[in-house]
């Protein structure tokens, strides 16, 4: 009875970052490709709002990604910038594509080409 | 229609109060407050307040635009390094590559089309503002910070015979002014030398080689005919105050323009190379010019995510 309890809580608990998941999910499959790249920054606002909740959970991802999207503004420059590393250890294999997106191997740059 | 008007309120309250404050400031001199050329004057002291106060975002807009510019070489490498790998993550790879590069060059190029954006409204309350003196006085109202007397005021100025308000379109037929026309036309002819002249002044002097070979370029080439094209359509609609306002502002970009080229000209260019002549000449020594690449050995600078644990590639699905 009580684990049934706690696995319910958990659930609920649970629920508001699923629903920012979903939502933050929903913008970048709908609205985001309206308009097109548009951040000054790497990984985009959306990006980093999706992988802040999925890494950190509702509260502390909604926090960063509010931070985020003050620093977003015409005095600041952009570049990389990504979301602090989270305490939540995914199984091997099962990361969220997020991250794995967010945070692509750079290859080195002597793997390039010759000038064709 | 009504929220555009609410947004647009405080920038023609600013602008009309600033004219206005140049035609008290005349008057105050000694000049006639109903006469033409106060108001003119005004007009002028208008321009010279917003171009002289827009300098710094014109500054930012150079240095946006050397920086793209310089980091050109660096971003064909780094296109060149992506060559042919579509996949997601590779794209990915290469976005963040090339913002860790905006970074390094500080600029970027969704910061870059700011610098025209902060100018719209102001440019569009103004033209509001001169285009609108009829109507108002007209109807007795007032327009920002001018009252209905001094709107009727404006809109019953002449020079040499032309009401600031009329325009060259709507002074053919009964009513005939011969100096509207002529003053609209000389108007038009002064305000397409001077963009002609900017425009002829940057691509002869101020282009580096690289530049003159992109097809930006060309988009330039047709701005330079298009242009005199827009002016000459819109001179003959815009009344003359208007006509006053677009002229003097093409005059102080063209002298704004003369100065770069002089003072501070891209890299790489014919007028950096007149530049640094000038000051060998001297006996000066060679400066760093605003957006050149540092001659220093480049350190490879390869975006490390900073204090992140390196997160395992996806695995293969097995099928």
Known sequence: MSRVAISVLAFVVGLPRLAAIGFLIAYRKVVSP???????????????????????????????????????????????DHVPAGSRVFPDGKTPSIVVLNHPVIPADDESRPAA | M?????????????????????????TFLGMDPASGWTWVLSIVGLVVVIRAALIPVFVKQ????????????????????????????????????????????????????????I????????????????????????????????VRQFDDATIFGAPLSSTFLGSFGANWNAS?????????????????????????????????????MRQ?????????????????NFPIGVLVYWTTTNIWTMAQQFYVIRRMPTPGSPAAKAFAERRAKKGLPTVQLLGERKTEPAIEAVPEPRGQRVQPRKKRKKR
Request: contains cysteine; glycine residues 8%.
């Open chain 2, 62 to 117: 150079i240095k946006a635009q050397r920086g793209m510019q310089a980091l050109q070489p660096d971003l064909r490498k780094l296109q060149q390094k992506y060559k042919g790998k579509t996949d997601q993550l590779s794209r990915q790879a290469m976005t963040q590559e090339q913002m860790a590069l905006y970074k390094k060059h500080g600029t970027n190029p969704f910061a870059a089309c700011l610098p025209i954006l």
């Open chain 1, 34 to 80: 309206l308009y097109g790249p548009v951040c000054r920054f790497y990984p985009s606002c959306s990006a980093y709002a999706l992988e802040a909740v999925t890494v950190h959970g509702f509260v502390r991802g909604v926090w960063f990604a509010s931070r985020r999207l003050v620093r977003c503004n015409p005095w600041n420059d952009g570049g990389v």
């Open chain 2, 220 to 236: 330039q080439k047709i701005m330079l005919y298009i242009l005199p094209l827009v002016f000459g359509i819109g001179g003959i």
């Open chain 2, 119 to 150: 100018q719209m409204p102001f440019f569009f309350a103004l033209f509001t503002v001169l285009n609108g003196i009829s109507r108002a006085s007209e109807e007795g109202t007032e327009i920002g910070a001018l009252s209905p007397e001094s």
């Open chain 2, 2 to 26: 009504d929220f555009f008007e609410t947004i647009l309120a405080p920038f023609r309250w600013l602008v009309s109060w600033i004219m206005f404050m140049f035609h008290e400031g005349f």
């Open chain 2, 180 to 216: 509207v026309v002529i003053l609209s036309v000389i108007m038009i002819i002064a305000m397409t030398a001077s963009q002609f002249i900017t425009q002829k002044q940057i691509m002869a002097k101020n282009m580096s080689e690289e530049a003159m070979q992109s097809p930006f």
